[in-house]
């Protein structure tokens, strides 16, 4: 056990790490040493940032504080803190379950945790973070909350209503970055195209990014979590016409049945769905698209089924992720529907509709060879060095592999990449320049 050390363990999505590289920077400060998901944690102190999105996350947030509050009954940490989606919905329950946790957090007064150990925040570092990610990239959160309210999702309930940044405080943080070594920039929010419309009615995004995209040092720009309905075309725009903007989008869409979409209180219709991919791609030739489709939602036929499989098959993502709904209490469907598509039904259209995106992605991957993509290097591992296109963010997407063998290469550096091979969905290349 290191005294003066603290593990943070971070759970759920990029948003989260965000907050737990603010709260370890101004750890930090105050004489603090930080370790992120270590393999090893060592601490006597330990802080779990927790997801509470759907049933999958939340036993892993659960399993993950049983096994350090194990560690803490035998002796091996002094204390433990949680944080997060998952105690901010349950933190009474979790207080009676959990009673090892020293203290349990929500979304929003982590910061309470410096005052709860003696110290102050440190007013020279509000703002700042220690960055977790390797220091090449970094993950830019534009919004808190959502208004959005769909049947299935737990997470207004969560966070509460959409709060933008400010547009100057994003930018500054972009500045910041850059001038500490950042190239590459992730834009991350709950619902990104709704930035702006809590302070002044209208949507931002656009005008953001575009400003973002001027900053002397910003290599690129890639956009997470854009919402379909009411989508603003002007975006299209400045992905198309700025060049460090990737032209790339995450999307979720998870239906195209009418049926479907309006049970989930998507507000928009198939029709305008097929008009929005087809609008997009043909605005920004090439672009990659993201989304995530979700099966067995309550009510959800064959026929409703069938029409999401035929809508993948014809708007061919490059890149798709898919989930079996999962009610969460409270929400909407949760008091209006009953679950009542059976587990073995879900896992079935989920592994029929994965299947059906492995054949595409194999395909998209395989016209990919003895093409030359700009690729920026992530790290060394084993045989090779890893990288990625514009098309393709951390973690998430499809690398692009280079024999260390032939030369070395820097971490966080651009390349000009000849893809020699592919599986299906990675990239093996050679560098030519």
């Given at each position: 056990?290191?005294?003066?050390?603290?593990?943070?363990?971070?759970?759920?999505?990029?948003?989260?790490?965000?907050?737990?590289?603010?709260?370890?920077?101004?750890?930090?400060?105050?004489?603090?040493?930080?370790?992120?998901?270590?393999?090893?944690?060592?601490?006597?102190?330990?802080?779990?940032?927790?997801?509470?999105?759907?049933?999958?996350?939340?036993?892993?947030?659960?399993?993950?504080?049983?096994?350090?509050?194990?560690?803490?009954?035998?002796?091996?940490?002094?204390?433990?803190?949680?944080?997060?989606?998952?105690?901010?919905?349950?933190?009474?329950?979790?207080?009676?379950?959990?009673?090892?946790?020293?203290?349990?957090?929500?979304?929003?007064?982590?910061?309470?945790?410096?005052?709860?150990?003696?110290?102050?925040?440190?007013?020279?570092?509000?703002?700042?973070r220690t960055l977790t990610?390797?220091?090449?990239?970094?993950?830019?959160?534009?919004?808190?909350?959502?208004?959005?309210?769909?049947?299935?999702?737990?997470?207004?309930?969560?966070?509460?209503?959409?709060?933008?940044?400010?547009?100057?405080?994003?930018?500054?943080?972009?500045?910041?970055?850059?001038?500490?070594?950042?190239?590459?920039?992730?834009?991350?929010?709950?619902?990104?195209?709704?930035?702006?419309?809590?302070?002044?009615?209208?949507?931002?995004?656009?005008?953001?990014?575009?400003?973002?995209?001027?900053?002397?040092?910003?290599?690129?720009?890639?956009?997470?979590?854009?919402?379909?309905?009411?989508?603003?075309?002007?975006?299209?725009?400045?992905?198309?016409?700025?060049?460090?903007?990737?032209?790339?989008?995450?999307?979720?869409?998870?239906?195209?049945?009418?049926?479907?979409?309006?049970?989930?209180?998507?507000?928009?219709?198939?029709?305008?769905?097929?008009?929005?991919?087809?609008?997009?791609?043909?605005?920004?030739?090439?672009?990659?698209?993201?989304?995530?489709?979700?099966?067995?939602?309550?009510?959800?036929?064959?026929?409703?089924?069938?029409?999401?499989?035929?809508?993948?098959?014809?708007?061919?993502?490059?890149?798709?992720?898919?989930?079996?709904?999962?009610?969460?209490?409270?929400?909407?469907?949760?008091?209006?529907?009953?679950?009542?598509?059976?587990?073995?039904?879900?896992?079935?259209?989920?592994?029929?509709?994965?299947?059906?995106?492995?054949?595409?992605?194999?395909?998209?991957?395989?016209?990919?060879?003895?093409?030359?993509?700009?690729?920026?290097?992530?790290?060394?591992?084993?045989?090779?060095?890893?990288g990625r296109t514009e098309?393709?963010?951390?973690?998430?997407?499809?690398?692009?592999?280079?024999?260390?063998?032939?030369?070395?290469?820097?971490?966080?550096?651009?390349?000009?990449?000849?893809?020699?091979?592919?599986?299906?969905?990675?990239?093996?290349?050679?560098?030519?320049?």
């Open positions: 056990m290191k005294k003066n050390q603290i593990d943070f363990i971070t759970l759920g999505c990029s948003k989260n790490l965000v907050d737990s590289e603010i709260l370890m920077k101004q750890f930090e400060a105050n004489g603090y040493k930080c370790t992120h998901d270590s393999k090893n944690p060592q601490g006597e102190i330990a802080v779990i940032n927790t997801c509470g999105f759907i049933g999958d996350a939340k036993e892993e947030s659960v399993n993950t504080i049983l096994e350090f509050a194990d560690a803490k009954e035998k002796g091996r940490l002094r204390k433990l803190f949680v944080m997060g989606c998952l105690s901010q919905r349950y933190k009474s329950e979790l207080e009676k379950e959990i009673p090892q946790v020293d203290k349990y957090y929500g979304k929003f007064d982590y910061k309470q945790l410096l005052k709860d150990l003696g110290r102050a925040e440190v007013p020279s570092c509000r703002g700042l990610t390797p220091r090449h990239y970094a993950y830019i959160k534009i919004s808190e909350g959502c208004d959005r309210h769909c049947a299935y999702c737990a997470i207004p309930l969560i966070t509460g209503n959409h709060v933008s940044r400010p547009q100057s405080e994003v930018i500054e943080e972009v500045k910041r970055l850059v001038a500490d070594g950042v190239k590459e920039f992730q834009i991350i929010a709950q619902e990104l195209t709704y930035y702006g419309i809590d302070i002044d009615g209208k949507q931002h995004i656009a005008e953001l990014v575009s400003e973002m995209a001027d900053i002397p040092g910003v290599k690129w720009i890639r956009l997470h979590y854009a919402y379909p309905t009411h989508f603003p075309y002007e975006l299209l725009d400045v992905i198309r016409e700025k060049p460090n903007v990737c032209k790339y989008l995450d999307i979720a869409l998870q239906h195209i049945s009418d049926n479907v979409l309006s049970a989930m209180r998507r507000h928009i219709t198939k029709a305008e769905t097929y008009e929005l991919i087809e609008r997009i791609r043909k605005d920004v030739p090439g672009i990659h698209l993201r989304t995530t489709l979700m099966v067995g939602f309550p009510n959800e036929s064959e026929d409703d089924f069938d029409e999401l499989v035929e809508f993948t098959k014809w708007a061919r993502f490059e890149r798709m992720g898919a989930f079996a709904y999962s009610e969460e209490e409270d929400t909407y469907s949760a008091i209006h529907y009953v679950d009542n598509i059976s587990q073995d039904v879900k896992l079935k259209r989920l592994e029929k509709l994965m299947a059906l995106q492995q054949e595409i992605s194999s395909e998209i991957a395989a016209s990919k060879v003895g093409k030359t993509f700009k690729v920026i290097i992530d790290r060394k591992e084993g045989d090779y060095y890893v098309y393709s963010s951390p973690e998430v997407d499809p690398e692009v592999l280079i024999p260390a063998a032939e030369r070395t290469l820097r971490t966080g550096s651009f390349y000009n990449v000849k893809i020699t091979d592919s599986e299906e969905f990675d990239l093996y290349g050679t560098v030519i320049c």
